[in-house]
């Protein structure tokens, strides 16, 4: 199996996770726990043995592992209050705030070229969100959308010290297992789940979370982290293509020109990082 194709497979997949949360009938909650458990228990299957390192290696990982947790906590949430369209836009600031969080905790320099192009992203952002509603001001399920990428930034700078120190496979499982059950306490209720339900949530899991980690580590051993971070620019273009073709959500002019502004930002970010 040729690598793009692992490369292609993962943005594919990646992009049907906001099309499975919309369908879903479950809590927020719920479907964000249950996903993250679902990978959990892969992780686990395929490493089985979990290592011990340093305290300080070990509380870094639980505070990435709670990072993880109210990411998809607020992220899954934003769904219940705005469009797909809505919730995957602010995941275009991620490069940029990972960026700007490496800055603050690792010292990285800053071009002036990633300055200007990151300040396009997140002004395409900022045009998509508030022109959306007609720049009387951004929604609830917009700001829950761009708080939980706020979260995954901070997961992502901790990772990058932490897969490193422990290995990809130990931090996934620890942060997974850690932030599974910080979420079980925030679960209104546990119920009988329909058999519907389940397919979604496996989706999700199997799916969206666990094989979409595994093809891009797959993607990352024959590609550089640019040409990778470039084509998973792709996961928000067709989550939205799927949510305008399956659940027949509108865009409006402005989400796609803040949308377009953002993206051409992006690429440029990625590719001079």
């Known amino acids: 199996m040729k690598p793009v194709f692992y490369l292609l497979l993962s943005v594919l997949v ?22 993250v458990f679902i990978a959990s228990l892969l992780f686990f299957l395929v490493k089985r043995r979990v290592g011990l390192f340093s305290l300080k290696k070990e509380m ?8 993880l947790a109210m990411h998809f906590f607020f992220w899954v949430s934003a769904f219940n209050h705005t469009t797909v369209a809505g919730a995957v836009i602010p995941l275009t ?35 998509a969100l508030a ?3 007609g720049f009387s001001g951004i929604s609830r399920g917009d700001l829950l959308a761009v708080i939980g990428v706020v979260f995954f930034c901070g997961y992502l700078v ?9 290995g990809s496979m130990n931090f996934s499982l620890k942060t997974h297992a850690l932030a599974s059950t910080v979420l079980a306490f925030l679960v209104p209720s546990f119920r009988v789940v329909e058999a519907r339900e389940w397919f979604i949530l496996i989706g999700l899991g199997v799916g969206c979370s666990f094989l979409g ?6 993607s990352l051993k024959y590609f550089s982290s640019s040409v990778v971070g470039v084509v998973l620019v792709g996961e928000p273009v067709l989550s939205i293509l799927w949510s305008f073709l399956l659940l027949g959500e509108a865009v409006t002019f402005f989400e796609i020109i803040g949308f377009i502004i953002a993206i051409i930002g ?8």
Do not use: D, H
């Open 131 to 133: 022109g959306k509603e």
């Open 14 to 35: 990646a992009s049907f996770s906001g099309i499975f949360i919309k369908l879903s009938s479950l809590p927020p909650t719920t479907i964000a726990f249950y996903r």
């Open 266 to 273: 992006l690429v440029l970010f990625i590719l001079k990082t």
């Open 60 to 67: 870094l990982s639980l505070i990435a592992g709670f990072f």
């Open 213 to 218: 980690y595994l093809l891009i580590n797959l």
């Open 158 to 166: 901790l990772g990058r010290y932490l897969n490193r120190a422990m």
């Open 93 to 127: 600031l991620q490069p940029v705030l990972t960026g700007l969080l490496s800055w603050l905790v690792y010292g990285e320099r800053l071009s002036r070229f990633r300055i200007v192009t990151g300040s396009t992203v997140v002004a395409g952002v900022v045009l």
